[in-house]
């Protein structure tokens, strides 16, 4: 045996049919506690458990010679000691000096089986703490909705008061005192869209939605003749494309996410631009045929690391600070669309635009051919 094989960073045998050791390099030797003279024309089952022995004359040995090669077998063998290691083997049969020979290549599994362990404990923590993430984002949840539950009446009451003031006694208050109740009313307004957007989201995780056939069209049509009215003072151009097909969602539900996206496409128009807004459908062929709704804008766009980061409850992009929201809107459009069986995505370019897309199955019932 050369020098090279025998100090391979391996484990090196040949055995011969009859199973006794031809050659035996120093490394396996070392590893398994036995001088060459001792392994060297003895039996292969010197080495062998009996659980190895019986894998071996069974199926390692017949499976070599039918193939005429193993890869990577899981094969303990045992230490002049009594110990079990585990080894990794890959084999061959080959024709070497007028007879048949088998040649074992054999590396430890203790790295392996360490390597093995410590990935399970890192999926192990991994999975923990995912769990302990939901459990607290839960817990946000519930508090979230709870707050905002009891909060609706007070803040109508506000803002019903400020309004009644300020119309009834507007002659008798100076010009600050009506700046700060306007300020009033548009607070409440904005914290009473809030409490009514987590009411929603928590409304979201309910176990069980009711879907059936909707008329994409008209849910559309209802939110763009919301969205006009909300946003009269923009001279907004809305082009809506017809007819839409019907989708299989749950009607309330959809009617919310779409109003959002409506909203954001107005919203996030850069100041003195007027807010242009494309709404078409299109038939996506699938086992089941898909409807993909585009709600297209020409607003500031959305920088390619939010892209993924706004749809999560509580985020916004990096216009947080110049633009009102509380990053609700898109978490209710993403869970919504996906308690409904539906999927959520987007393209934009910063500067220049932004077109978001939902997917739901077609409603059996829609005769409407976008393709």
């Known amino acids: 045996m ?13 055995v011969g049919d009859d199973g006794w050791i031809g050659l035996v390099n120093h490394t396996l030797q070392a590893w398994l506690g036995y001088t060459r003279e001792e ?86 923590a991994a999975e923990e703490a995912r769990r302990t993430k939901e459990e607290a984002y839960a817990d946000l949840e519930a508090f979230a909705y709870s707050v905002s ?24 208050l100076d010009s600050r005192t009506q700046e700060g109740l306007r300020y009033i009313i548009e607070s409440a307004s904005e914290m009473s869209k809030m409490t009514e957007d987590i009411l929603t989201y928590s409304r979201t995780s309910a176990s ?25 003072g923009r001279d907004l151009q809305l082009d809506l494309e017809k007819p839409l097909p019907g989708v299989h969602a749950q ?65 916004r992009g990096y216009t947080k600070n110049k633009y009102a929201g509380t990053g609700i809107g898109l978490a209710i459009v993403r869970r919504g669309i996906e308690r409904m069986g539906g999927r959520v995505g987007l393209e934009s370019t910063l500067g220049a635009g932004s077109r978001f897309w939902v997917e739901l199955p077609e409603s059996e019932s829609s005769d409407v051919d976008r393709s």
């Not at 050369?2 to 040949?14: I, K, V, Y």
């Not at 899981?74 to 000691?81: A, M, N």
């Not at 009711?210 to 008209?218: A, I």
Request: aromatic residues 8%; glycine residues 4%.
């Open 208 to 232: 069980t939605l009711e879907l059936g056939p909707v008329p994409l069209e008209n849910v559309v049509a209802r939110a763009a003749e919301q969205l006009r009215t909300e946003f009269a």
């Open 2 to 14: 050369d020098t090279l094989l025998d100090t391979a960073p391996c484990g090196f045998l040949s």
């Open 251 to 315: 009607p309330t539900l959809l009617a919310q996410v779409v109003a959002n996206l409506l909203t954001n496409a107005v919203k996030f128009v850069a100041p003195g631009v007027t807010p242009r807004v494309k709404v078409w459908a299109e038939r996506r062929p699938h086992p089941q045929p898909i409807i993909r709704l585009w709600i297209e804008d020409n607003g500031i766009g959305i920088a390619p690391d939010d892209q993924e980061r706004i749809f999560r409850l509580f985020e």
């Open 149 to 172: 539950h009891d909060l609706r009446s007070p803040l109508a009451t506000i803002r019903i008061f400020a309004e009644y003031i300020l119309k009834d006694y507007l002659d008798r």
């Open 39 to 124: 392994l060297q024309g003895k039996h292969i089952d010197t080495i062998l458990p009996a659980a190895s022995r019986i894998f071996y004359q069974t199926h390692f040995f017949p499976l070599l010679t039918i193939q005429g090669h193993v890869e990577e077998v899981y094969f303990p063998v045992r230490h002049k000691d009594g110990r079990d290691i585990p080894m990794l083997v890959n084999a061959a049969r080959r024709e070497r000096g007028g007879a048949v020979a088998y040649d074992l290549v054999f590396m430890p599994m203790q790295q392996r089986d360490q390597y093995e362990n410590e990935i399970l404990r890192a999926k192990a």
